[in-house]
């Protein structure tokens, strides 16, 4: 159980396009979801709280207005990152966990590696 | 202060040694804990979580947690080349689901 799709794996786009990345969870369902960044040799950076039904909580210094979340359904979270930029290029990787207990673990999508041009 | 703080490494121990990881956190009120296993270039996948001190063992992983000294291991024994990754240690906070990182422990295993 707790299996995490994440879409597409990679993407390569040119400056100034605006790319989506779709996270679901397969076999429950996922009120809150976290979107993560992580640089080449650094660890996951935390970039907003995706709540089904309700906007985004995002991390201190993490543009809203540049990369919108949906949370539309108990299963679905969409991540854009507009008008992206070479600088933008990183691994984006989505989450969520069963419950909202403390001991409820995490349970990550494979990432998206994303490559601006 | 970062509120789990690991030593990034490497570590490297020679095949079918025990590898030893350790994370401090600085949250008192932290509950529980969670081992997550990072090969290069892919997303995390959990291997352990503690709640409890003491030891869980799970194969050849064994989580220590140690709430007064405030800090949690992984062991590994008999550590083999694939074991080869980098290792996070993560607690919630700000929320049960909002969960802190640590840097992470690079760990090497040396045929």
């Known amino acids: 159980g707790a299996v995490v799709s994440q879409h597409p794996s990679w993407v390569i786009c040119k400056s100034g396009t605006s790319v989506k990345i779709e996270c679901r969870s397969l076999?429950?369902?996922?009120?809150?979801m976290f979107w993560y960044r992580q640089f080449p040799k650094q660890s996951l950076m935390l970039m907003a709280t995706?709540?089904?039904?309700?906007?985004?909580?995002?991390e201190q210094g993490v543009e809203k207005d540049k990369f919108l979340i949906n949370h539309a359904s108990l299963t679905l979270s969409t991540l854009t990152v507009t008008s992206a930029h070479p600088e933008d290029s990183s691994f984006y990787i989505c989450?969520?966990?069963?419950?909202?207990?403390?001991?409820?673990?995490?349970?990550f999508g494979n990432g998206t590696r994303l490559t601006v041009t | 202060q970062k509120e789990v703080e690991q030593n990034s490494g490497p570590l490297s121990v020679p095949e079918g040694a025990i590898a030893s990881l350790n994370c401090t956190y600085s949250?008192?009120?932290?509950?529980?804990f969670f081992w997550y296993r990072q090969y290069s270039g892919k997303s995390p996948e959990l291997i352990m979580f503690?709640?409890?001190?003491g030891d869980k063992e799970d194969g050849r992983f064994t989580a220590q947690l140690n709430k007064a000294s405030q800090y949690v291991s992984l062991l590994i024994r008999d550590s083999q080349p694939s074991d080869s990754a980098t290792y996070l240690c993560?607690?919630?906070?700000?929320?049960?689901?909002?969960?802190?990182f640590g840097t992470g422990t690079k760990l090497q295993v040396i045929p």
């Open positions: 995706s709540n089904e039904g309700s906007k985004a909580t995002y």
């Open positions: 076999d429950f369902q996922a009120t809150t």
């Open positions: 503690i709640y409890s001190n």
């Open positions: 949250d008192r009120g932290s509950q529980s």
């Open positions: 993560a607690s919630p906070s700000g929320g049960y689901q909002k969960v802190t």
């Open positions: 989450s969520a966990s069963m419950d909202s207990s403390y001991n409820s673990p995490l349970h």
